[in-house]
């Protein structure tokens, strides 16, 4: 007999990466919209604010002591060095969450995803965005006005070397049109939440077709 925790699914750990610019937190946003199941998993980060962002909601954003403090006290799932600053995922709410089968939608790089399947290889789904071109990137970075042309000039320079971690990803999307890119990687969640793997809340029901 399975315990009473086997019998509904676990949660999704979604994640989104890409080169800083291709558009991931565009898509996040989207689909935190369109799918009321998924929650963003809001990381903690020594990166300063930008105009915008509010606390608590886009970002946790906390002083480098702070920062140490949680890595000393081991409340990060991960955490990683990006342009010069840090960024972690909190445990906090996620891991009883998880649990409960809610699903977590992750903006990280390809680091913290690293070390989240080596954490937990059932429940993440990976999804690498790739933008159409890099002078197209170069366009989009521009275009955000978020950033000075030095942190623009940083990001380009490690483009590369982010792209080529894309083959460590379950499925990879290029984000040319906005919204047919959206509609893809709506389509990898709602195809990984009916993998059969983890549809362990159906067992009661097909033991009982088959009897
Ligand atoms: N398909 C698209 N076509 C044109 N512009 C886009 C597209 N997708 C996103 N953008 C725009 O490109 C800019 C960068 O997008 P976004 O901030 O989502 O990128 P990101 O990958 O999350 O970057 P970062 O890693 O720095 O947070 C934004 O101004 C966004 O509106
Ligand atoms: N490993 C982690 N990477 C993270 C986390 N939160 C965000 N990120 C990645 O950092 C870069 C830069 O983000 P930006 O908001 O400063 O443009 C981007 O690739 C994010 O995906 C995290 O908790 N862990």
């Not at 342009?83 to 649990?99: A, E, Q, V």
Request: with cysteine.
């Amino acid at each position: 007999m399975a315990d009473q925790e086997d019998l509904h699914r676990r949660g999704l750990m979604f994640i989104l990466s890409s080169p800083s610019g291709a558009g991931k937190t565009t898509i996040s946003h989207m689909l935190l919209t369109a799918d009321e199941e998924i929650k963003l998993s809001v990381s903690a980060t020594t990166r300063p604010r930008r105009e915008g962002e509010i606390d608590g909601i886009d970002y946790h954003f906390v002083s480098e002591a702070q920062f140490d403090e949680m890595v000393e006290k081991d409340d990060f799932y991960e955490w990683a060095h990006v342009f010069n600053h840090r960024y972690g995922t909190p445990k906090g709410y996620i891991r009883s969450g998880l649990k409960e089968g809610q699903d977590f939608l992750f903006d990280i790089d390809w680091q913290g995803t690293q070390q989240l399947y080596q954490k937990d290889q059932q429940d993440v789904v990976s999804v690498f965005i790739l933008p159409p071109s890099l002078v197209e990137l170069r366009r989009r970075l521009e275009s955000r006005g978020t950033d000075t042309a030095d942190v623009i000039e940083g990001r380009m320079d490690r483009a590369r070397g982010e792209i080529s971690h894309w083959a460590e990803y379950d499925y990879v999307v290029i984000n040319d049109d906005v919204d047919q890119c959206f509609v893809k990687v709506r389509e990898i969640l709602h195809a990984e939440r009916m993998k059969r793997t983890r549809q362990t809340g159906l067992i009661p029901f097909v033991r009982e077709l088959m009897e």
